[in-house]
């Protein structure tokens, strides 16, 4: 049985409660998760070449400290950065270090601000210069999975059709829906109830209603889904090395569909990529 909760009535902890947040909430969020997408939009212009993800790790942390932002990732469970970056058959969690990046690769960075205690989580893909068509297929397949994900939240809807919107779509283009990894609920908590998967059939999971907060991040391979996590209990990469790619935004519920927080405020949602039709 699923329990939903006024959010302010709840420990501050995961319970498995999923909270329902206020005019309040939103607005935390609203903050946190503008200073997240501002921040991968400054990051355009640094990813290329002979860049280094430490380098940009070490703007991620500048930024955060010049704007009063603690990067969620810093010391979280022994993670010693303050994002994660992930490369090319790198699916996520991937860990900055002083390997350049070199032109074709493409690149998730994943941020996370904590504003007055309220988390912004975002990634974005980035393109290393000039990139395979596959590459850049890759990008637009998943970048729209997101999008039909988003599309799918309204209330009284279940957490199972934003899965399905995903799946169905990626299935459809010749990639693969990783399962390992999932959106999850987020807020005064980095990760909260419920998990959202991008994967299943719309009867399933939790209801949607009003006040939800959550994270869609859709993890789309180019192969097959399979996850191997690297010798250090954070790198997870494709077993069959195929590319792999992700977006992700937070969104909040509201009466009518939902609130996308991390939208860019330069229109760099899909850096790199030609603007969307339409």
């Known amino acids: 049985m699923v329990n939903y909760i006024e959010a302010f009535s709840a420990p501050m902890r995961n319970t498995g409660a999923i909270r329902l947040y206020g005019p309040e909430g939103f607005e935390g969020m609203r ?81 996370t601000y904590v504003v007055d205690g309220w988390h912004g989580d975002s990634s974005r893909m980035y393109p290393v210069g000039e990139i395979k068509r596959a590459a850049e297929r890759l990008l637009e397949v998943t970048y729209e999975c997101l999008l039909r994900g988003i599309a799918a939240v309204r209330p009284g809807a279940r957490t199972g059709a934003i899965g399905e919107a995903i799946q169905t779509y990626a299935e459809a283009e010749r990639c693969s829906v990783v399962r390992d990894f999932c959106g999850h609920g987020v807020g005064k908590l980095f990760h909260d109830a419920p998990n959202i998967l991008h994967y299943g059939r719309t009867d399933e999971g939790p209801e949607l209603r009003e006040g939800m907060i959550f994270t869609i991040e859709p993890m789309i391979n180019l192969g097959r889904p399979h996850v191997k996590v690297l010798s250090d209990g954070w790198t997870a990469v494709s077993r069959d090395r195929s590319l792999s790619a992700q977006y992700e935004h937070a969104v909040g519920v509201t009466a009518t569909g939902c609130e996308v927080f991390t939208l860019s405020p330069g229109g760099f949602d899909r850096p790199g990529l030609p603007p969307l039709k339409g």
């Open 31 to 111: 903050k946190a998760c503008q200073l997240t997408a501002r921040c991968l939009d400054e990051l355009v212009p640094l990813v290329k070449p002979g860049v280094t993800t430490n380098a940009i790790d070490r703007f991620v942390f500048e930024f955060g400290m010049d704007n009063g932002a603690l990067p969620a990732t810093l010391n979280y469970r022994g993670y010693t950065k303050s994002s994660c970056t992930s490369i090319n058959h790198v699916i996520c969690h991937g860990i900055p270090d002083d390997k350049p990046l070199r032109e074709g690769d493409i690149v998730n960075i994943d941020v």
